[in-house]
């Protein structure tokens, strides 16, 4: 890709790699190093402060938790979407792609807002749970539920391009041969779209663990049951204690980076498994 | 293809493979669930307020001002992502130097990194005592706890996806401006003026869009380096989780609506633009 007649713009090549990188430096490199120049700050002692507290551990659990219930959901529904859309024809396919896409669109405290409407103290249903003695607002459940709904499009949009690319002639042979649909399923099918349903899930992961705005609607931010990670960071920058949030928040940087890493190994490693808009 | 085949493989598929109930059943069942219900929710309750509310809720000053900075902010992030993202897809693609690998997958930071693991680190950066802060205070600049600091958070989480959708598209072009370029031997300006910008401005515009939808809606990058004063640099998404807490449920949902609907219908246009734009490149 380095032919003569590329567009080469002479004497402009230094000065447009410049800008990019000192763009992507200023916006991008700088607030990453950043977390942690500050997390550091009081050395590594004062690093170390907030991992001696138990609020910081049970958000790290939760956050596990809340990541480790929505993930497979979402991977479940991604299969059954992508079998769906890409295996068969029916009427309203390209409403039903846009409507898994639309979560992507939509604010998170919209996608935590949308819960409370539904389950609050003053939702549709919530008096009638509370009745029943059913919390859902302000539990593990409605963090949930707001992480699932943000992070629902992830697996099936990895899924999609890659299976339509496939084509079912392999399923098909399969079955020709005698397979069960199972079988079929989880001997051809899943084989076939093994790393594209991981990257799938690594980016569902991170933004599960992540996530923010939806959570905090639903949270109730109260320390030490319904604290996600971020939500703590938030508590402790809120409480003036910068060096423990930013200490905190080197774990989910860590988390990015790891992401990033894995991210960038699966387009390289597996190129050829994973979508095609994937492949650059 | 013929009809013929094209309904021959519709009838193999769909009578060979099993699964189409179970599958169809998982993922509507899931999507009524978690998306459309809902969604029905956000889009029933303002009605409570009476038309009228809905309309006094919308027109209430701190409400327009928030809806201002909102689309404001996202709009000129938008357009600073269109600049900075052409510029890095621009020497990612086309220039080999060193670092470019890692470049090229740092540009997904943003996607990677909690939003508000970015939020407090751009406000560190931003704030008055914090690097770049200070020395855009000296020169007068105030960053952090402003409308600025909202753009530059906007900015940050909407630049992959301009770059994410640039790239791909200066790649191919690449390709066919070599062809053209061996056979007409325009000059280097009048190819990028003539030829790549036509071919890639669609492509901006899909980014532009995508950074622009996920701009109006964000919270957590922006809410610890907003300063959140109502009036001046109060978010609409905040407003929603203000309201909220007061169990002002309808109004909530009335602004979240409202978001909804003044975002769709940008997009809408944005993509009808593109639609355009990509039909006039292909002449």
């Known amino acids: 890709m380095s032919g003569s007649s590329k567009i080469h713009l002479p004497g402009w090549a230094p000065l447009i790699v410049l800008l990019a990188i000192a763009g992507m430096v200023a916006l991008v490199v700088l607030p990453l190093a950043m977390v942690f120049i500050q997390a550091l700050g009081n050395g590594v002692d004062g690093f170390l402060e907030p991992f001696s507290e138990p609020d910081t551990w049970s958000a790290i659990k939760l956050t596990l938790i809340v990541a480790g219930i929505s993930v497979p959901l979402n991977a479940v529904f991604g299969l059954a979407a992508a079998w769906a859309v890409t295996r068969f024809q029916f009427a309203g396919k390209s409403l039903l792609m846009a409507l898994i896409d639309l979560p992507f669109s939509i604010s998170p405290v919209i996608s935590g807002l949308v819960w409370v409407l539904l389950f609050g103290a003053q939702g549709f249903f919530g008096p009638a749970l509370d009745a029943m003695g059913v919390k859902i607002i302000f539990t593990v459940t409605g963090l949930v539920l707001a992480t699932v709904l943000i992070t629902l499009p ?64 639903v949270s109730g931010h109260i320390r030490g049951l319904t604290n996600t990670l971020p939500l703590h960071v938030e508590i402790l920058y809120n409480e003036y204690d910068f060096v423990g949030a930013f200490a905190v928040a080197t774990l989910l940087a860590g988390l990015g980076l790891l992401t990033l890493l894995a991210k960038s190994f699966l387009e390289w490693r597996f190129a050829g498994e994973i979508a095609a808009t994937r492949r650059h | 293809m013929t009809l013929a085949n094209v309904r021959a493989g519709r009838r193999r598929q769909a009578g060979v493979l099993p699964g189409f109930r179970l599958s169809m059943a998982i993922t509507l069942t899931w999507l009524s669930v978690i998306v459309l219900i809902p969604l029905a929710a956000l889009a029933i309750r303002p009605w409570e307020l009476g038309l009228d509310g809905v309309w006094r809720t919308l027109t ?100 992959p996806f301009v770059v994410r959708a640039v790239q791909p598209v200066l790649e191919e072009v690449d390709r066919e401006v070599e062809e053209a370029a061996r056979t007409l031997g325009a000059s280097d300006y009048q190819r990028i003026v003539r030829v790549v910008l036509p071919a890639i401005l669609p492509a901006i515009l899909a980014g532009v869009g995508l950074a622009f939808a996920r701009a109006v809606g964000e919270y957590g990058s922006v809410i610890f380096i907003a300063g959140n004063l109502p009036m001046v640099s109060e978010i609409a998404p905040l407003l929603i989780v203000i309201k909220l807490e007061q169990y002002n449920y309808a109004g909530a949902a009335a602004v979240g609506l409202g978001m909804l609907v003044i975002s769709f219908a940008i997009l809408l246009v944005l993509n009808l633009l593109q639609t355009w734009l990509t039909r006039r490149s292909r002449g």
């Open chain 2, 60 to 159: 209430d000053e701190r409400v327009v001002a928030a809806f201002r900075l909102s689309f404001g902010a996202a709009a000129v992030a938008a357009a600073a992502d269109a600049v900075l993202g052409l510029i890095v897809a621009w020497a990612i693609v086309r220039y080999r130097f060193p670092g470019r690998r890692l470049l090229d997958a740092l540009v997904d930071l943003p996607f990677a990194l909690p939003t508000a693991v970015a939020g407090i680190a751009l406000t560190a950066i931003y704030a008055p005592d914090g690097p770049l802060g200070a020395l855009l205070a000296h020169v007068g600049v105030k960053t952090a706890y402003s409308p600025l600091g909202v753009v530059i958070a906007l900015t940050f989480i909407g630049l």
């Open chain 1, 154 to 217: 992830f697996v099936a949009r990895e899924l999609i391009p890659l299976m339509q690319e496939q084509g079912a002639d392999e399923e098909a042979a399969a079955m020709t041969l005698g397979a069960g649909g199972w079988t079929t399923f989880f001997r051809v099918t899943l084989p076939n779209v093994k790393w594209a349903l991981l990257y799938g899930v690594l980016l569902c992961n991170a933004r599960a663990m992540g996530e923010f705005g939806a959570v905090s609607v």
